[in-house]
């Protein structure tokens, strides 16, 4: 069910992505010299994104599992879906900018010059490195990350998140020069919606109402974890 959720949020969210990193995709340098070649080029752009949420996704799993381990399972996967209701009625722009690009944080010209270097390794990279860039639907994906309580889990679900955006935000860096900046701009408009309905979901599985697939009897694995230290 996790997958699921992960890969229909991505899906959902790469409304908010192309208007926040389109451009970047569209920037990307051609690379090869076949068709074939410049598509894997940008395939591995978005694998290199898909990465870095993995990783993040593994660490903030990590942290649910503590959550988890403390007795406190419903009430993560309630909170989470609070918080994700919250970013889609607030904007998220003001936290985007608190943090920052961290890009900025790399010294002298190392973007730029990954641009430059026009190879696939270079693509890989800048993929690692946009896979950092704060974004308001990355938070939706990285919360949802945390209410699956484990780090396999966690990393699983971020990565699911990511190919949710990817046909998407594959097309942009191929045909992105197409898509005007008034249909952005209603895409983004959209997303606040689906964060709310996505976070709802979360709500309702926190609420352990028995409810096959939506809100199913949550395990105690914690409670067994824990007669298992105290033997």
């Known amino acids: 069910m996790f997958v699921q959720i992960a890969f229909l949020t991505g899906l959902l969210g790469s409304m908010h992505c192309m208007g926040m990193c389109g451009p970047i995709a569209m920037?990307?340098?051609v690379v090869g010299h076949t068709n074939g070649e410049k598509i894997f080029g940008r395939v591995l752009y978005n694998f290199g994104r898909l990465f870095t949420y993995s990783l993040l996704g593994f660490l903030l799993g990590s942290f649910g599992?503590?959550?988890?381990?403390?007795?406190?399972q419903q009430g993560v996967s309630i909170t989470a879906g609070g918080l994700i209701v919250l970013t889609g009625i607030f904007s998220t722009?003001?936290?985007?900018?608190?943090?920052?690009?961290?890009?900025?944080?790399?010294?002298?010209?190392?973007?730029?010059?990954?641009?430059?270097?026009?190879?696939?390794?270079?693509?890989?990279?800048?993929?690692?490195?946009?896979?950092l860039l704060p974004c308001g639907f990355v938070y939706v994906g990285l919360i949802g990350s945390v209410a699956t309580q484990s780090a396999l889990q966690g990393s699983l679900f971020m990565f699911f998140f990511g190919l949710g955006t990817f046909p998407l935000m594959f097309g942009v860096s191929i045909f992105g020069q197409f898509v005007s900046v008034k249909t952005r701009g209603i895409f983004r408009k959209l997303t606040p919606v689906f964060a709310i309905l996505i976070g709802c979901i979360f709500i309702l599985r926190g609420m352990n109402l028995g409810i096959p697939y939506l809100s199913p009897k949550l395990s105690s694995d914690h409670k067994h974890v824990k007669n298992c230290h105290r033997k």
């Open 27 to 29: 920037a990307l340098p």
């Open 65 to 72: 599992w503590g959550l988890k381990l403390a007795g406190i």
């Open 93 to 131: 722009a003001w936290l985007e900018k608190k943090i920052g690009n961290p890009f900025s944080l790399l010294r002298g010209n190392v973007i730029q010059k990954l641009f430059q270097l026009r190879s696939m390794r270079a693509l890989f990279l800048i993929g690692l490195l946009n896979g």
